[in-house]
């Protein structure tokens, strides 16, 4: 199991010293939610602010899009060289051809899914992801309660997994926390 804590829930004022913390802390991967304020009613950062997260993290960078423009974001983020970058299936009228590009760029590609979009909608794309984002709340705010209905879907997304892409990963995002970290671990 990887962990990726979000600097969604950092203190922006002391960034630095917060990223470092979790790095020093023992995360994996720093997560670094981008939303634009038209797929999701909320805004956040963009890649001036993204530069110094990553020569100040000590871990590779997990950039997870919630944009409707894919292409441009990932134009914009690509440079920093992140390990993983994901978008919503539901923003994009050509995934495989979005993949290709990222892959191309030597950067992970993922595919988030929302809360209510079924795992077999990305069946035939598996194989050639790295990693799926399983969204445990609606996209857009932090704090959020975890839906548990996605325990299910990440039973139903490892099977998947198993038979297109044994070495895909399977993140969660949203609402995890030590009630139901074991369960998803599991």
Known sequence: MLVAPSILSAD????????????????????????DGHFVPNLTI???????VSKASSKPLDIHLM???????????????????????????????????????????????????????????LEDLDMVLLMSVNPGFG????????IEKA??????IKKRNPNCLIEVDGGVSDKNIKELKD
């Open 12 to 35: 922006f004022g002391n960034l630095e010293q917060e990223i470092k913390a979790i790095c020093e802390a023992g995360c994996d991967l720093v997560h670094v939610d981008v939303m």
């Open 46 to 52: 963009g890649p001036v602010v993204v530069e110094p």
């Open 67 to 125: 944009v409707e423009n894919n292409n441009f974001f990932v134009d914009l983020f690509a440079p920093l060289k992140p390990k993983y970058l994901s978008f919503h299936i539901e923003s994009e009228k050509h995934p495989h051809r979005l993949i290709q590009k990222i892959r191309s760029l030597g950067i992970s590609p993922a595919i988030t899914l929302n809360p209510h979009t079924k795992v077999e909608d990305i069946e035939y794309l």
């Open 143 to 150: 704090g959020q309660k975890f839906i548990p209905s996605v």
């Open 155 to 160: 039973k139903k997304l490892k099977e998947l």
